[in-house]
């Protein structure tokens, strides 16, 4: 349930911006003839309320796509994102007439959207995976030391290979085994990222 709700709330920001702005279409025109056509005209829902109520939406987007990539760590919805919020509060606040600003922002908010749900379904419900060069890898291990046994659960890294590890029981100072690119190749329940997406080594 709560991964459902935490993948979920950029949609959310991203559904009541545009639901916003299609039942205000005296506050955005270009969705004035799909309100008419659902025989809304000139009405209003929210009021002396919509620009607020459009502006948090944007912020519940951006929540969205901060937490999920928190768990994917793909960065693209948020390059995209993050842009398109300020376009359109630099709309509403600094531009003279800042309509295609914010026509630009609800767009790029649109795909960023687009681009995270693309990201949390690669991911999917795993708690220790990310996207690494395109596939999900995943980024917990257990390394074995061969000389006392000892198991010890370890985050990989994705920017660095660990060649060294030192045995948190014995603290023999593991190598990788010849072929091996680093420790948790040889000694690991998971291989290194690399490996993992298909790479030849870290």
Same mark, same amino acid.
């Given at each position: 349930?709560?991964?459902?709700?935490?993948?979920?709330?950029?949609?959310?920001?991203?559904?009541?911006?545009?639901? !916003?702005?299609? #039942?205000? @279409?005296?506050?955005?025109? &270009?969705?004035?003839?799909?309100?008419s056509a659902?025989?809304?005209?000139?009405?209003?829902? #929210?009021?002396?309320w919509t620009?607020?109520?459009?502006?948090?939406?944007?912020?519940?987007?951006?929540?969205?796509?901060?937490?999920?990539?928190?768990?994917?760590?793909?960065? +693209?919805?948020?390059?995209?994102? &993050?842009?398109?919020?300020?376009?359109?509060?630099?709309?509403?606040?600094?531009?003279?007439?800042?309509?295609?600003?914010?026509?630009?922002?609800? #767009?790029?908010?649109?795909?960023?959207?687009? &681009?995270?749900?693309?990201?949390?379904?690669? /991911?999917?419900?795993?708690?220790?995976? !990310?996207?690494?060069?395109?596939?999900?890898?995943?980024?917990?291990?257990? &390394?074995?030391? @061969?000389?006392?046994? /000892?198991?010890?659960?370890?985050?990989?890294?994705?920017?660095?290979?660990?060649?060294?590890?030192?045995?948190?029981?014995?603290?023999?100072?593991?190598? @990788?085994?010849?072929g091996d690119?680093?420790? +948790?190749?040889?000694?690991?329940?998971?291989?290194?990222?690399?490996?993992?997406?298909?790479?030849?080594?870290?």
């Amino acid at each position: 349930m709560k991964n459902i709700l935490t993948n979920n709330i950029d949609k959310l920001g991203t559904v009541g911006v545009f639901l !916003t702005a299609i #039942f205000s @279409p005296c506050c955005f025109p &270009i969705f004035a003839f799909g309100a008419s056509a659902l025989g809304l005209g000139s009405f209003e829902l #929210f009021g002396g309320w919509t620009m607020w109520i459009f502006q948090a939406m944007v912020l519940v987007s951006l929540i969205g796509l901060y937490i999920s990539y928190r768990k994917h760590r793909c960065t +693209y919805p948020l390059i995209v994102g &993050i842009p398109s919020g300020f376009l359109i509060f630099y709309g509403y606040h600094f531009a003279n007439d800042g309509t295609y600003f914010i026509y630009a922002g609800m #767009f790029g908010l649109f795909v960023s959207t687009a &681009i995270n749900y693309y990201s949390n379904k690669l /991911h999917g419900d795993c708690d220790t995976c !990310t996207i690494y060069n395109g596939k999900k890898v995943e980024l917990e291990s257990t &390394i074995t030391c @061969p000389k006392c046994g /000892h198991k010890k659960t370890e985050m990989m890294p994705t920017n660095a290979c660990e060649f060294f590890y030192e045995c948190k029981g014995c603290k023999t100072r593991l190598r @990788p085994l010849e072929g091996d690119c680093c420790v +948790y190749c040889s000694y690991g329940t998971v291989k290194c990222p690399p490996i993992q997406a298909g790479d030849n080594c870290c």
